[in-house]
Each structure stands twice: as C-alpha cells, then as structure tokens.
C-alpha cells in the first residue's frame, strides 16, 4: 500500500526554519498574525531559486510563452466577471462551544478547540452550526473614500490578470495559439483554516501560466502540461515516490474547469496538492468578452475567428518550499556524533558553496579563502564563514544545504590547493585553487538524485 506519511514532522520542518532564519513568524514582537511569515536570508534565497527555476522552465527556455506582471488590485468588475464574488468560497462551520470555525469540507484535518483536542464535531460537547458560504477575497478600498463604490479586492489569483491581458498580449507578442502567458506575484485568500506552517497561508506567492490554445487541441495540452510539470518537480529533485496525478472528480472540480488534475506531493499531513493543472476551457475569455464589451477572440490570418481554451498550471511557491524542505530534510549519525543534513538538488540549495579558512587567525589562511570568496560571489550565491570550529561550521552548512565546502588549510599555504567537501557523501578531494571556479561551475551542469531516493 502507498505510503501516506513522511517519516519527517511538519514540527521539525518549522524548528529548522526558524533555527537557520529561513522563515519567522511575522509581527512576532506584536503576538503574532495567525499564520502569516516572514522570509529570513535564506528562506529568501530559497524562494528566488524557486521563481527563477519555473521562469526559466515556462518562459526562458521556451518560444510559446511570454511573461506579464499585472497589478494586484484590479477593476472589481474583473472579479464579478471571473465567477468569484458568487463563487470563490468555502463551506464554513462555527462551534458555539469553543467559538472555533472550520471549514466544513475539511473538518477531518481541523483540530478542535477542546483538551484533548479531537476533530471537531467528534466530541459530545462540540455544537457545529450548520455550513455557511465564506467569501475568501480579502476587501480593501481605492481612494479616500471607504464607501461601496471605492470597494475593491486584493486578487485571489494571478490569472485574472492574464486573460483581462488577453488582447494586448496577443497583437504585440507575435504569438498565436497556442501560446501562453506566465506570470509570478503576491495572491491573497482568507483562508478559513490556514496552517500546516507554510502550506495554508493567506498571502502567498502564486506562479501561474495561462496556455491559449485551438478548442479541438485542449485536451491534448492538458495531457502534455501535466506531464511537463510533474517533470519539472522531479527536476527540482523531488524523490519519486513522493509525487502523484490525482485527476478531480465532477463534483470537486471549479466552476470554471472542465478538467483538474492536482500534482500531489506526500507532505507530512498526507498526499496534498502541490500544484493544479487545469482545463478551463473557454470560461474566462468567454465571461470577460461578455462583461467588458472587448471581445477576446483569436482571429486567424484568414479570418477565421474562435475563442481560445486555456489549460492551467498553478502552484504557490511556498508548497514548493514545504516540499523541498521536507524531501531534504534527513538525520543521520556520523563517527560519534549526530547530523542534520538537508540533502537539496544543488540547483535549488540557498547558498552553493561555503568557504572556510581552517584556522581563521592566520593571516595566510584567512587571505586566501577570503579571495576566493570574492571570485566565486561574483558567479553563484556562495557563503564565508570564519566562526567557530570546523565542525560546527560544516554542521551549520549541511543544516541549510550547502552541497559543497571548500577549506583552506595549512597544506593550501604550501601547494595552492583547497579541499572540497561534498554534503551529502562527505567524500573531500583536493582541488588546485585555481580550479575551484571551474569545478563549481562544472560540479552545478552534473546530474543529481536525492540519496534518500528508493
Ligand atoms: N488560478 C487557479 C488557482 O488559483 P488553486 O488550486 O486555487 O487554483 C493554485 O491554486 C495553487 O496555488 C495551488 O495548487 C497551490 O500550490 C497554491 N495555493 C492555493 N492556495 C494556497 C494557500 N492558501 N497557501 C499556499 N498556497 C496556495
């Protein structure tokens, strides 16, 4: 039977983020703001690596896709138009017990507000009322005014802002469908139950590319953008056995997809979604040709005029944050002592390489690594660390998933070589130090797969 829980806790995941500033809880000085973060060093380099990796997948290396950045706050009539002033809700339960609210199609995931905390509803004292629908769009007003004609919406998605895009994108980027529009940006939800650390937030950081295509091709595309993205997740060294393909049911669906498949990833609290592709087919041209008077149609060279569907990747870069962060995360006993190593594909780890002068307080030592560190910065996001023992510096490294140190010692001071420790085998070699910029570029292009893999 598959598996349906990582070996690591999701407890284990925030201890190590808030221990290597990773991730804070924001407004902490303050109390808190319910599951709301704050991204330290490293959780920031994290994240960039993550952006530029789906740019680089969607837009860099592509000919059918252009990249757009659309503005946050947009007209509320786009809102109506996109089904999610009526639509974009959650089943809400209150509990006139303990005053808690859950949503009530996840109940089996909440917790309730009685010791010893059951599901809620599962003990004799729990009340639930009956669902109610919750609008999930956070409101806010443009202007000085604050009446309902200034109302306004902080978006839930950044798609909207692709399909109201539609006619500019498509008569200046010298496309034709099928074609697709990607952009990265900052989406708001009040999640009635956020938690599970990053992977339920109520602000996060969507990447959603929009793919416009001939109708009779749609499901063809649906197909292939599955396909590509699960690749790309196994691409960011994601083990294997920790993905699947859930395709929705009828009833599960959105009001605007006609097809849904979610790429699930095995997170601690189960098989989640990680990322959701979509064939929205043509719901969101359709209903923003008919609310705004301009008609979003692809017209052919002929003449030929048709509506577009639009197939539908979009993950949050915080899943994928969870997910990398849990699928690295490993312990392990090394001679005497014990280590925490987040074993993370090169290509995504926060900081490629660390160099460590031995014996900082000699000058030899010390000028040397710090040289060598002024060269490699200038290619790779690369760290200098002269605090404390060796060990302990190592140690600080595998934490964060450094994949590779270089050391200066004594023996650089006689024959101009480094040694380089590898993080995941802790096999040390020696390395001219000349060469060093060109083993790590080399070291970066090399292929790798998780050790943990099965
Ligand atoms: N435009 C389609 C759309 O927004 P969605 O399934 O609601 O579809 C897409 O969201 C992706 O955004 C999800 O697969 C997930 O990766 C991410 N996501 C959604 N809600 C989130 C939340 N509250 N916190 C973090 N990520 C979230």
């Given at each position: 039977m598959a598996e349906t829980r990582q070996p690591v806790t999701m407890d284990t995941i925030v201890s190590l983020c808030r221990r290597r500033g990773f991730v804070f809880p924001s407004s902490e000085i303050y109390g808190g703001l319910g599951s709301t973060y704050d991204y330290g060093h490293y959780g920031v380099l994290l994240k960039n690596q993550i952006r530029s990796l789906w740019l680089r997948a969607m837009v860099q290396e592509r000919d059918d896709i252009v990249a757009l950045d659309s503005a946050i706050i947009l007209n509320p009539a786009v809102w109506e138009a996109s089904g999610h002033v009526s639509g974009f809700t959650d089943p809400l339960v209150d509990c006139r017990t303990c005053k808690l609210r859950f949503r009530a199609d996840q109940l089996e995931l909440a917790s309730c507000g009685?010791?010893?905390?059951?599901?809620?509803?599962?003990?004799?004292?729990c009340d639930l009322t009956e669902p109610r629908q919750f609008n999930l769009m956070f409101e806010t007003h443009v202007g000085a005014l604050q009446d309902a004609s200034s109302a306004a919406y902080l978006r839930p998605e950044t798609a909207q802002g692709i399909f109201i895009n539609f006619k500019n994108v498509s008569q200046l980027a010298?496309?034709?469908?099928p074609f697709g529009i990607a952009q990265v940006g900052k989406s708001f939800r009040n999640e009635i139950t956020p938690g599970n650390f990053l992977f339920r937030v109520r602000e996060f950081e969507q990447m959603e590319m929009e793919f416009f295509v001939p109708p009779a091709d749609a499901e063809e595309w649906y197909a292939y953008w599955i396909e590509q993205r699960l690749s790309w997740h196994r691409s960011l060294g994601l083990r294997e056995s920790n993905l699947r393909v859930r395709e929705h049911s009828a009833e599960e669906r959105s009001h605007y997809s006609s097809g849904t498949s979610d790429i699930e990833y095995l997170y601690p609290i189960g098989w989640q979604e990680l990322e959701g592709v979509a064939n929205r087919g043509e719901y969101d041209l359709t209903q923003h040709t008919q609310h705004s008077g301009t008609k979003l149609e692809w017209i052919d060279p002929d003449g030929g005029r048709y509506t577009p569907h639009v197939i539908e990747p979009a993950v949050s870069i915080e899943r994928i944050f969870v997910a990398l962060l849990c699928d690295a995360y490993d312990e392990e006993v090394v001679g005497d002592r014990e280590r925490t190593v987040l074993r993370l594909h090169p290509k995504v780890a926060p900081v490629k390489a660390a160099i460590l002068p031995l014996i900082p307080r000699d000058e030899g030592m010390a000028g040397r690594a710090r040289a060598l560190y002024e060269e490699l910065r200038r290619h790779h996001v690369v760290e200098h660390d002269e605090g404390g023992q060796i060990g302990r510096r190592y140690r600080r490294q595998d934490e964060i998933g450094t994949p590779w140190a270089f050391t200066v010692d004594e023996q650089t001071l006689e024959d101009e070589t480094v040694t380089v420790r590898e993080r995941d085998s802790l096999a040390q070699e020696r390395l001219p130090l000349s060469g060093v910029r060109a083993w790590l570029d080399d070291a970066l292009e090399r292929d790798w797969r998780s050790p943990q893999s099965d």
């Amino acid at each position: 039977m598959a598996e349906t829980r990582q070996p690591v806790t999701m407890d284990t995941i925030v201890s190590l983020c808030r221990r290597r500033g990773f991730v804070f809880p924001s407004s902490e000085i303050y109390g808190g703001l319910g599951s709301t973060y704050d991204y330290g060093h490293y959780g920031v380099l994290l994240k960039n690596q993550i952006r530029s990796l789906w740019l680089r997948a969607m837009v860099q290396e592509r000919d059918d896709i252009v990249a757009l950045d659309s503005a946050i706050i947009l007209n509320p009539a786009v809102w109506e138009a996109s089904g999610h002033v009526s639509g974009f809700t959650d089943p809400l339960v209150d509990c006139r017990t303990c005053k808690l609210r859950f949503r009530a199609d996840q109940l089996e995931l909440a917790s309730c507000g009685r010791k010893p905390s059951k599901r809620p509803g599962e003990t004799p004292d729990c009340d639930l009322t009956e669902p109610r629908q919750f609008n999930l769009m956070f409101e806010t007003h443009v202007g000085a005014l604050q009446d309902a004609s200034s109302a306004a919406y902080l978006r839930p998605e950044t798609a909207q802002g692709i399909f109201i895009n539609f006619k500019n994108v498509s008569q200046l980027a010298r496309r034709k469908p099928p074609f697709g529009i990607a952009q990265v940006g900052k989406s708001f939800r009040n999640e009635i139950t956020p938690g599970n650390f990053l992977f339920r937030v109520r602000e996060f950081e969507q990447m959603e590319m929009e793919f416009f295509v001939p109708p009779a091709d749609a499901e063809e595309w649906y197909a292939y953008w599955i396909e590509q993205r699960l690749s790309w997740h196994r691409s960011l060294g994601l083990r294997e056995s920790n993905l699947r393909v859930r395709e929705h049911s009828a009833e599960e669906r959105s009001h605007y997809s006609s097809g849904t498949s979610d790429i699930e990833y095995l997170y601690p609290i189960g098989w989640q979604e990680l990322e959701g592709v979509a064939n929205r087919g043509e719901y969101d041209l359709t209903q923003h040709t008919q609310h705004s008077g301009t008609k979003l149609e692809w017209i052919d060279p002929d003449g030929g005029r048709y509506t577009p569907h639009v197939i539908e990747p979009a993950v949050s870069i915080e899943r994928i944050f969870v997910a990398l962060l849990c699928d690295a995360y490993d312990e392990e006993v090394v001679g005497d002592r014990e280590r925490t190593v987040l074993r993370l594909h090169p290509k995504v780890a926060p900081v490629k390489a660390a160099i460590l002068p031995l014996i900082p307080r000699d000058e030899g030592m010390a000028g040397r690594a710090r040289a060598l560190y002024e060269e490699l910065r200038r290619h790779h996001v690369v760290e200098h660390d002269e605090g404390g023992q060796i060990g302990r510096r190592y140690r600080r490294q595998d934490e964060i998933g450094t994949p590779w140190a270089f050391t200066v010692d004594e023996q650089t001071l006689e024959d101009e070589t480094v040694t380089v420790r590898e993080r995941d085998s802790l096999a040390q070699e020696r390395l001219p130090l000349s060469g060093v910029r060109a083993w790590l570029d080399d070291a970066l292009e090399r292929d790798w797969r998780s050790p943990q893999s099965d």
